[in-house]
């Protein structure tokens, strides 16, 4: 067991900005090649038109979980050592809302944004502009929003943790939701797409 | 991949006549080997450094880091701003994810060249005018920065990652932003439809 490499000291800090920019890249080239520039085919997902944005988010879900399960099955990371961010539930869940309703009504999300300007989408940059004042606000108002922004904390919990059952058990069954998933996102797909498009 | 090895070669490039100025665009992958693609960057981010990926961390870095420039009494007494500012032993710009953030610029620059996206244009629909649409951009922006932060990340850092590592507040929060898209979605359909 020698994963994650960073935790093990293979390389330091420095190193890590390289590997930071470079996974960066990869993460820049998938987003924009699943067509996640374009602000129309992202907001399709909330008109039922094309539901891209399900399809790829748990493609990419399912396929870094059962990597990830299978590497710490074989022993090769330490899972322990692979970072799981906190959860404060009722934060998280108004939190959740709001980017929801700001993605609607934007077309965007940080990452997409970004591949957005990259790519010369106008509303893309304006986008992020937005992003920089939104965050300047929740910083301005911080003070007062601190005692909700740490309430309803759990802890690193995971969904396994929560439901008693066991990683793989549990992973399995996020495969198999993703399967039923994408098998009813095509279907919804061909069923909202008539007429709309030629 | 073989469209890409093809619109990547130099001398194919080269070998275009100046005057072919509107190239073909390329359509999009497939949805599920895109989402392939992404999650095995995912992956390469937890086995290398046992992190996920992120985007909204970059923009409070930055974000704190002005504040820090034109008030910094301001910034070392409020504690979200002063936590991105870190205790001064590196400069809070020499962040993995503003590092991240901008491998996503480059990343999705190459793909959009390679495919001949790169324009510049304004996603919208024809029933909403280019002024109208950047004010929803930036209304958009702010509610999703806000958001972002409440929520302690964004799609890629709750939703994709949080997602992937089967974190309760992720998949709470992934459930909330399409309830919270799919909410509002009706009233915006101007903007889009």
């Given at each position: ?92 869940i108004v ?62 919990v995971t ?40 | ?109 190459i793909s ?82």
């Amino acid at each position: 067991m020698n994963a994650p490499y960073f935790k093990f000291g293979y390389f330091g800090d420095e190193i890590s900005l390289i590997v930071a920019f470079v996974i960066g890249i990869g993460f820049g080239f998938f987003l924009e090649r699943a067509g996640f520039g374009s602000g129309r085919k992202l907001a399709a997902q909330f008109y039922l038109t094309d539901m891209t944005v399900f399809k790829v988010m748990f493609t990419a879900i399912v396929t870094a979980m059962v990597g990830l399960f299978w590497l710490s099955v074989f022993g090769i990371v330490d899972l322990s050592l692979v970072y799981v961010s906190q959860t404060y539930l009722v934060p998280q869940i108004v939190g959740g809302l709001i980017l929801g309703v700001g993605f609607v009504i934007g077309g965007y999300c940080p990452g997409t944004s970004c591949v957005a300007a990259a790519t010369g989408k106008y509303d893309g940059m304006i986008y992020l502009g937005g992003i920089v004042v939104g965050i300047f606000i929740f910083g301005e108002m911080f003070p007062l929003l601190e005692n909700f922004y740490t309430s309803t904390a759990m802890g690193s919990v995971t969904l396994p943790e929560l439901f008693g059952m066991s990683y793989g058990l549990l992973v399995f069954l996020v495969v198999l939701m993703a399967l039923g998933g994408f098998a009813g996102a095509e279907w919804v797909e061909k069923k909202f797409s008539k007429g709309t498009s030629q | 991949m073989t469209t890409l090895a093809k619109a990547a070669s130099p001398e194919d490039i080269a070998a275009q006549p100046v005057v072919k100025a509107d190239r073909k665009v390329q359509p999009y992958w497939n949805p599920y080997l895109a989402g392939v693609g992404l999650g095995l960057v995912l992956l390469a981010a937890f086995v290398i450094m046992g992190r996920g990926l992120g985007a909204s961390g970059a923009f409070t870095s930055l974000v704190s880091v002005g504040v820090n420039a034109v008030a910094p009494e301001h910034a070392k007494f409020n504690a979200f701003f002063s936590e991105y500012l870190g205790d001064g032993t590196h400069h809070p710009l020499k962040e993995w994810l503003v590092f991240e953030v901008i491998g996503v610029l480059v990343g999705g620059f190459i793909s959009g060249s390679l495919a001949h996206r790169i324009k510049g244009t304004v996603e919208k629909s024809p029933r909403i005018s280019i002024r109208g649409r950047m004010m929803f951009a930036f209304v958009g922006g702010i509610l999703m920065g806000f958001g972002a932060k409440l929520a302690r990340g964004c799609t890629s850092g709750q939703a994709l990652t949080g997602g992937a590592l089967l974190g309760v507040g992720s998949w709470a929060f992934m459930l909330a932003v399409f309830a919270g898209g799919y909410a509002v979605a009706y009233f915006f359909r101007r903007q889009w439809t």
